[in-house]
């Protein structure tokens, strides 16, 4: 993802990291030379090209702007459902870790440093939901949090989150019997452990539950049907400016139909999605803080944009 500081407006006009039109030039410049193309032979052959009337495109494009704000809210709610299933993640990790320093009890045999395989498990289980969401099959990242055979048997796993989530509910049944908790203090670490778990599912349901293909089939024909019909109907009404004016519309509308299957994937690894691997690394630091582990080195981006 990248987050860029809005400083000068005409260093916006001219940004190209993170934006659309790197994907859609080439059907820009296709357009733009069609339209020349159609204005010379208007003239040259006026019988052949025939001009339509302006106000038919006047009606298609305020309907298809209304379709397309649709499909770009659609798409939205998808990326910010996303964003607010991974603050969540963030809220009820830090909750668990604060949880699990301060109500377990500790003794000559159980010490903090005994409490950092469930840290370790947490941290494990956000950056294996990073992986399965952006469908990563490299998970040798993971080996330093976990223990060896725990890692060996969650690599036979399909849902390696849902295996580690379920690691770390047995570590806490275990401080339970153990005599470390009472059953009320147990009680408020399943509920975070619960929110783990439902923000695994959600994330899952993002995945997995697209918006219906049949909306991107009739938005990408109306878009594109529109753009290449639309210089026959200005042509007679500004001449020689027809193809800018054309690519300028065109750029409007290809530009919002890119954007919206985009950000219909949030866990994407393309320049405008998630930053999760940015959020992974704050809970890896946040959680290393609390429970006084070794920090991990700090990825600081550079002034103009972050890129995860």
Same mark, same amino acid.
Not at 15 to 25: N, R, Y
Not at 125 to 131: G, V
Not at 211 to 233: A, K, M
């Given at each position: 993802?990248?987050? /860029?500081? &809005? %400083?000068?407006?005409?260093?916006?006009?001219?940004?190209? !990291?993170?934006? *659309?039109?790197?994907?859609?030039?080439?059907?820009?410049?296709?357009?733009?030379?069609?339209?020349?193309?159609?204005?010379?032979?208007?003239?040259?052959?006026?019988?052949?090209?025939?001009?339509?009337?302006?106000?038919?495109?006047?009606?298609?494009?305020?309907?298809?702007?209304?379709?397309?704000?649709?499909?770009?809210?659609?798409?939205?709610?998808?990326?910010?459902?996303?964003?607010?299933?991974?603050?969540?993640?963030?809220?009820?990790?830090?909750?668990?870790?604060?949880?699990?320093?301060?109500?377990?009890?500790?003794?000559?045999?159980?010490?903090?440093?005994?409490?950092?395989?469930?840290?370790?498990?947490?941290?494990?289980?956000?950056?294996?939901?990073?992986?399965?969401? /952006?469908? &990563? %099959?490299?998970?040798?990242?993971?080996?330093?949090?976990? !223990?060896?055979? *725990?890692?060996?048997?969650?690599?036979?796993?399909?849902?390696?989150?849902?295996?580690?989530?379920?690691?770390?509910?047995?570590?806490?049944?275990?401080?339970?019997?153990?005599?470390?908790?009472?059953?009320?203090?147990?009680?408020?670490?399943?509920?975070?452990?619960?929110?783990?778990?439902?923000?695994?599912?959600?994330?899952?349901?993002?995945?997995?539950?697209?918006?219906?293909?049949?909306?991107?089939?009739?938005?990408?024909?109306?878009?594109?049907?529109?753009?290449?019909?639309?210089?026959?109907?200005?042509?007679?009404?500004?001449?020689?400016?027809?193809?800018?004016?054309?690519?300028?519309?065109?750029?409007?509308?290809?530009?919002?139909?890119?954007?919206?299957?985009?950000?219909?994937?949030?866990?994407?690894?393309?320049?405008?999605?998630?930053?999760?691997?940015?959020?992974?690394?704050?809970?890896?630091?946040?959680?290393?803080?609390?429970?006084?582990?070794?920090?991990?080195?700090?990825?600081?981006?550079?002034?103009?944009?972050?890129?995860?």
């Amino acid at each position: 993802m990248i987050v /860029r500081d &809005k %400083k000068h407006i005409i260093q916006m006009l001219f940004v190209w !990291k993170g934006s *659309v039109l790197k994907k859609i030039f080439p059907t820009l410049i296709a357009i733009f030379v069609f339209s020349w193309l159609v204005y010379f032979c208007h003239y040259l052959y006026p019988d052949v090209i025939i001009p339509l009337n302006v106000g038919a495109f006047a009606l298609v494009g305020i309907s298809l702007a209304i379709f397309l704000g649709f499909c770009n809210t659609a798409a939205y709610d998808r990326f910010w459902e996303g964003r607010k299933q991974w603050g969540s993640l963030v809220i009820h990790s830090r909750s668990l870790a604060f949880q699990i320093q301060n109500y377990i009890a500790e003794n000559e045999q159980f010490s903090k440093k005994d409490k950092r395989e469930a840290i370790n498990l947490i941290i494990a289980f956000c950056y294996a939901l990073n992986k399965q969401l /952006r469908e &990563k %099959k490299d998970y040798e990242t993971l080996k330093g949090y976990l !223990k060896e055979q *725990v890692y060996q048997e969650m690599l036979t796993k399909r849902f390696k989150p849902a295996y580690l989530l379920n690691e770390l509910t047995k570590w806490m049944a275990e401080q339970q019997r153990a005599g470390r908790m009472d059953t009320i203090t147990q009680a408020r670490i399943d509920a975070n452990i619960d929110q783990l778990s439902i923000v695994l599912g959600a994330c899952e349901r993002i995945v997995h539950t697209k918006i219906p293909f049949v909306y991107f089939v009739i938005l990408h024909r109306i878009v594109y049907v529109y753009c290449f019909i639309l210089p026959f109907g200005l042509i007679d009404l500004i001449v020689w400016t027809m193809p800018f004016f054309v690519t300028f519309v065109a750029y409007t509308f290809i530009a919002l139909d890119a954007v919206v299957a985009e950000i219909a994937e949030p866990f994407g690894l393309e320049e405008n999605d998630l930053a999760l691997d940015q959020m992974c690394a704050n809970i890896e630091y946040s959680l290393s803080e609390i429970s006084e582990m070794p920090l991990p080195e700090i990825v600081r981006p550079d002034n103009n944009y972050i890129v995860t």
